[in-house]
């Protein structure tokens, strides 16, 4: 059996309001920003923490494809008002700080720090395209 060398490099997150999304990333979460193309609504931005080159997360119009039909584009835009549509799991080992650091953000606060039944300490915000972050705490 051959083991494959394979990582995560980039994730995907939807956002309508880049500048909204960058402020979140950028200065609530502390992601620095490797990235920023395109103009108005339509820019591609990649962000990524800090000493961790080789991950990162590309903010995106989310129906900027052109195989996206008008039907889609508006479901995803329902969606994206419901948070629904796109979500991420992040880690740190100070799950308070964190927590207070977003939240004097005014991000919106989905979760305060919980240990979950299942073993995890998180908790969750949304970002201003309005897709699920949970930071779980690493142990």
């Known amino acids: 059996m ?37 103009q108005g609504k339509m820019r591609w931005i990649t962000v990524g923490p800090v000493g961790q080159p080789d991950t990162s997360i590309l903010l995106a119009p989310p129906a900027a494809d052109p195989g996206v039909t008008e039907d889609e584009r508006r479901t995803i835009a329902e969606m994206m008002a419901k948070g629904t549509y796109g979500w991420i799991l992040l880690a740190t080992r100070d799950l308070d700080g964190t927590f207070e650091k977003v939240q004097a953000s005014d991000a919106e606060v989905v979760q305060e720090p919980t240990e979950q039944p299942y073993g995890i300490r998180d908790c969750a915000f949304r970002d201003p395209a309005g897709n699920l972050v949970r930071i779980q705490e690493l142990r």
């Open 2 to 38: 051959t083991v494959m060398d394979i990582t995560i490099h980039t994730s995907f997150l939807p956002h309508d309001d880049p500048d909204a999304s960058l402020a979140f990333y950028r200065d609530a979460l502390g992601f620095e920003v490797r990235s920023d193309f395109g």
